[in-house]
């Protein structure tokens, strides 16, 4: 768990979160597990594997306490992109994307 630390809290530190105020009538449920997710109801039925933190296609929630939470605003979006001249090779692009933008992977292009 230590080795995966820096890059969780990396991760964590990639997304821009936004404060929740919870209306009067209702509140954030504080457990001892303080990350929520909030997953859509169309990625439910898919049966895709939920990849926790890093995964873009879920809402993460944190809350502070019954009255305010934590909910990030953005994701942060991987991209598998195709070297262009050798088929056995590929790049991994991460980059952070709002959290409704279209899965549409950036242009690349590569100086030699």
Excluded at 72 to 77: A, L, M
Aim: aromatic share 8%; with cysteine.
């Amino acid at each position: 768990m230590l080795d995966k630390s820096q890059k969780l809290s990396m991760d964590f530190f990639l997304m821009n979160w936004t404060i929740a105020y919870a209306d009067e009538r209702t509140s954030f449920i504080t457990t001892d597990q303080p990350l929520g997710f909030i997953v859509p109801d169309e990625f439910r039925r898919s049966h895709e594997p939920v990849l926790g933190l890093g995964s873009e296609k879920i809402t993460k929630l944190v809350p502070l306490s019954q009255r305010v939470a934590m909910i990030p605003g953005t994701r942060i979006g991987v991209d598998h992109v195709p070297h262009p001249s050798d088929p056995k090779r590929t790049f991994l692009i991460a980059r952070r994307v709002l959290a409704d933008c279209l899965e549409v992977p950036p242009k690349v292009v590569l100086e030699q």
